[in-house]
């Protein structure tokens, strides 16, 4: 293999656009060769931000192709398994985007599928690759805020819009496979360990849940309560509330859009301190580790087995919720 990750993306969504095309750019070891797109208009926009692009008129075909690496995969939430799958069964190392599964059982058979080609693949948990939850977790573990007892966390932002693929149950759509897996991510990624889930109430709407709030418990009784919510006003905030001291993350989730890269730690006796991490991109991070791992061998901070642990808490939750009336 060469030095470089070449990578083809699997669709012309306004995210890869948008997002992460621009932080492969940025990345170090990665080029984009190659796109699928039958829409004339997003591949003009493609080619544009990349004028060496290939357009490639269908996926199997950009999945043949011996000139890419990798494939990037930003499908409707219900297609990522299949095309993950697919990918991999060609050759490719794949990153696909959160969620990556809609079923524990689905990861399970990328597990196995990764291990009997001996190629890297990751979901997009593009979070835990911000410096900041590498600090709050280090704090936490040495002891900053002593015994630690509670997390708190909120994610929300409007989407009213019945036609988005967000808001179709039919594409994996919904606020918890949306926005849910990142208060659950942080939290498992700070703690290193899995939570229970205690209760789930949800709202909602044409069969998609557009408000959760959960009750979840880590071992050694460290309470963890969320809500989310794709029909309020944005709000992101999450917090680690010890004995000893509080840290509040400024934006945990969309570090740097929503609000400064900061957090506020907070300790007895010590008065508050404010850590910033202004410049960090988190999606750009996420690359150069996928790439430090396909071309070195390098550990990969949230490997499959991470995303398992994700989903079997989003599975829960939707057991302890029930069904839509």
């Known amino acids: 293999m060469t030095r470089t990750v070449r990578w083809g993306v699997l669709s012309a969504s306004n995210f890869a656009q948008k997002d992460w095309i621009p932080a492969l750019q940025q990345s170090s070891h990665g080029h984009l060769v190659a796109l699928a797109t039958s829409s004339p208009e997003k591949a003009a926009r493609a080619t544009a931000m990349e004028p060496s692009l290939k357009i490639v008129p269908d996926y199997d075909a950009l999945l043949q192709r011996d000139d890419v690496d990798a494939i990037y995969i930003p499908l409707p939430n219900h297609m990522h398994v299949e095309w993950a799958k697919k990918a991999l069964e060609a050759g490719k190392h794949v990153l696909a985007e959160k969620p990556l599964a809609m079923h524990a059982s689905e990861i399970d058979d990328l597990i196995a599928l ?11 948990f593009m979070v835990t690759h911000h410096p900041q939850w590498t600090r709050v977790r280090e704090i936490i573990k040495g002891g900053g805020i002593g015994r ?39 939290s498992r990624f700070v703690m290193q360990q899995e939570p229970e889930v205690l209760s789930a109430r949800v709202e909602w709407e044409a069969g998609v849940d557009v408000v959760v709030r959960a009750q979840l418990q880590f071992p050694d009784d460290v309470g963890f309560d969320f809500y989310i919510s794709t029909r309020m006003h944005r709000r992101q905030e999450m917090a680690f509330h010890g004995e000893d001291g509080l840290i509040r993350i400024g934006s945990p989730f969309n570090a740097g859009l929503y609000r400064a890269h900061t957090i506020e730690w907070q300790r007895d006796g010590h008065g508050d301190i404010v ?8 999606y750009v991070n996420q690359l150069n580790a996928f790439h430090d791992t396909v071309l070195n061998g390098a550990d990969y901070a949230c490997p499959l087995e991470f995303s398992l642990g994700n989903q079997q808490v989003i599975d829960a939750l939707f057991e302890k919720a029930g069904t839509p009336d």
């Open 114 to 124: 990764r291990d009997k080609t001996g190629l890297h693949m990751a979901e997009a």
């Open 148 to 186: 630690l007892r509670h997390i708190d966390a909120a994610f929300s932002f409007t989407n009213r819009d019945m036609g988005n693929i967000r808001n179709r149950s039919d594409a994996g759509g919904g606020a918890l496979r949306d926005i849910g897996v990142y208060p659950t991510c942080t």
């Open 275 to 282: 850590e910033h991490f202004e410049g960090t991109q988190q």
